[in-house]
């Protein structure tokens, strides 16, 4: 028994892979999620509602900091307030473009981008992911960065699972989108996530990805 009343308890989950089917599981997934490439380029093709919501609920299993789960999901389909987003991300964008980075410009020149941003209209569902600090009504968050960017991988990993279609993006300063979405000012804009299925005929920059054997360091037995 716990010494702690506060501190209850359940029986752990059940879910255990074979040891022998642990590799191929493990690489069947490796194989899904290496196909999944940022998009720019969406169709207009409607979304199944109950496919971001199930989606969303994913990223809600992730883990967080005292399990305060510091995490807020706007889901926007509204075409006036998706058009508004973009005119804010757009402004942002603009003056990042034009200002003295030459050197973070010239890490972005081989994924074409720039300040123009239709995909934040084009896709048909947008995701505003803030982060919820301390308020009246809301707990003080322990690691909130750390909690909703896994939250997020969670939500990334989801929406691909189902052939859906992403891209992150974070324009600097993001408050404006407090204040198109009528958010509270203690929850902080994270990131903003365009969903939905890729446009015909859409193409993504010809990257890489680091080999294992530079990303893995392995201490002990293995």
Known sequence: MPCNP?????????????AGEASTVARAFHDEMA???????FSDRPVPTSAIRHAIATAGTAPSGANVQPWRFVVVTDPEAKAKIRGG??????????????????ALRPLGT???????TDAPVLIV?????????????YYAKE????????????????????LTHTPSPMRFLNDILDRPRNERPFVVVPVGYPAEGARVPRISRKPLEEIIVWIGPG
Do not use: C, N
Not at 95 to 101: G, L
Not at 129 to 141: A, C, G, M, T
Not at 147 to 165: D, E, M, Y
């Open 35 to 41: 196909t999944r490439r940022t998009i720019r380029d």
């Open 114 to 120: 720039d300040w123009r941003k239709p995909m934040l």
């Open 129 to 141: 992911v803030f982060e919820v600090h301390q308020s009246p009504i809301e707990p003080k968050p």
């Open 6 to 18: 506060d501190h209850l308890t359940e029986p752990a989950p059940d879910h255990i892979v074979p």
């Open 147 to 166: 909690s909703v960017g896994i939250a997020v991988g969670f939500l990334l990993a989801a929406l691909h699972h189902v052939g859906l279609a992403t």
């Open 89 to 106: 991300a757009e402004a942002e964008e603009r003056e990042f473009y034009e200002a003295d980075h030459e050197e973070w410009h010239r």
